[in-house]
């Protein structure tokens, strides 16, 4: 008996180690796995809907714009709107932003998309009519770099150089409470 289980247990490890020589053989040549996050993100950004071009504003993470390209901008202070697909009050809030954003061409006005499904970032935003500029914040690298709290809507104020001068996590309800706070925000700065 033990000599048939020797030989049950060879044809098992055969039969495996052909099978994993079969897998390997199989698998195209042209295959890198060692830029998946990448590809991951490229792929995300090619079913996003075409969307509004991002303002080249400086942050001091790199971003891909929401379903646009971005275009050259002078540096000015920009006022940030993170949000989320699936944040109830950042649906109530966008269309503010926007309307704070036509009022005040004296900053950039942008949004970060803090998700990982851009595609549901730009239906959101087709399907309020909002034109706002926004970009694809797949990993969270805007909140983390500038140390928001992990809450959506979140609104920063940046210099010319990136740098934040400050945040609020609030939702507006109108145009001139936004324009209230931005400016608190630009007080207290000043005074710094």
Known sequence: MSMRNTLIASITAFVVI????????????????SNTNATAEQAQTEDVEKRPDCPDVTFDV?????????????????????????????REELPVVEEFAKAHPEYHVVGVHADQNSANGASMLNELGVDLPSFADTEGKFGAWYALPNVVPTTVLLDEK????????????SAEEMDAAITALKKVASQQ
């Open 18 to 33: 052909l099978g994993l020589l079969i897998l390997l053989i199989a698998r195209p040549a042209s295959e890198d796995h």
């Open 162 to 173: 990136g740098n934040m001068i400050g945040q609020k996590t609030q939702v507006f309800h």
């Open 62 to 90: 790199e971003l891909d714009c929401l379903g646009g390209q971005k275009i050259p901008a002078k540096q000015q202070l920009t006022v940030v709107n993170v949000w989320a697909w699936w944040c109830g009050p950042c």
